[in-house]
């Protein structure tokens, strides 16, 4: 199983980011996906998680309407869209197979102006 992120970066407060995971060595589409994020200092946390046909999304609270999860099983790949990025974004962002244990290796982004 492997888990590769992509897509992170420096980006000032109110920008965007689109945030790519590859997924291979499992089916991809009969496996629920999510993306958590690290800050400096805090404990990992779920940001977002999506079905495996794609049909159903949650988000925490403190990015709805901003985050958007999506996934494209013909391509083994999970997204995340960042719209209104704050500095509070600021984190590493990891692509997480929950029911096989698997991370990514994590693609920081860090929000500042």
């Known amino acids: 199983v492997q888990l590769v992120e992509s897509g992170g970066g420096l980006v000032q407060p109110g920008g965007s980011l689109r945030l790519s995971c590859a997924a291979s060595g499992f089916t991809f589409s009969s496996y629920v996906m999510s993306w958590n994020r690290q800050a400096p200092g805090k404990g990992r946390e779920l940001v977002a998680r999506?079905?495996?046909?794609?049909?159903?999304?949650i988000y925490t609270d403190s990015v709805k309407g901003r985050f958007t999860i999506s996934r494209d099983n013909a391509k083994n790949a999970v997204y995340l869209q960042i719209i209104g990025l704050k500095p509070e974004d600021t984190a590493v962002y990891y692509c997480y197979a929950p029911r096989l244990g698997y991370w990514g290796q994590g693609t920081q982004v860090t929000v500042s102006s």
């Open positions: 999506i079905s495996s046909d794609g049909s159903s999304t």
